[in-house]
């Protein structure tokens, strides 16, 4: 039977991970922004808007271990995973550019990366917010035991 110390260890395995998935995302963000100098549209923006303070907020829930970390970046990270969605289903072309709120500079239908022929910007937005979510709510049911 495992003790009480390795249940706070696994969970803050599980944050730990849900900090780098945040971490990488907002960094890869960066890179493409910054080093492939690929303007973000507005969509992208706003998932940034999300993003960008997780590494912070789940930082600070594992130094000293907080489970109230999980409780303040669960509705960020489902916040943006709703606009990754939206955007994700506006470049592949399920939602007509006519409903975008990108009516000014970039487009954001603009396709800058497409490996494998299928995995887009847009896509891999909404796989990060997807795997944090999953590890968030993973660490709340075991924090609820």
């Known amino acids: 039977m495992a003790d009480a110390s390795d249940s706070v260890d696994a969970n803050w395995a599980l944050l730990f991970v849900c900090w780098l998935l945040v971490t990488g995302a907002s960094l890869g963000s960066l890179f493409f922004s910054e080093v492939m100098e690929l303007p973000p549209c ?68 603009t396709k800058y990366l497409d490996l494998l022929g299928f995995v887009s910007i847009p896509l891999l937005s909404l796989l990060a917010f997807s795997a944090v979510i999953a590890l968030l709510i993973v660490l709340r049911k075991r924090l609820s035991r």
């Open 42 to 109: 507005t969509l992208c923006w706003y998932q940034r808007i999300f993003m960008f303070p997780l590494p912070i907020v789940i930082f600070m829930g594992l130094f000293p271990f907080d489970t109230k970390a999980v409780r303040y970046a669960l509705p960020m990270a489902i916040a943006g995973w709703a606009v990754a969605a939206y955007h994700l289903l506006l470049h592949v072309g399920i939602i007509p550019e006519s409903v975008s709120p990108c009516s000014q500079g970039v487009s954001c239908k």
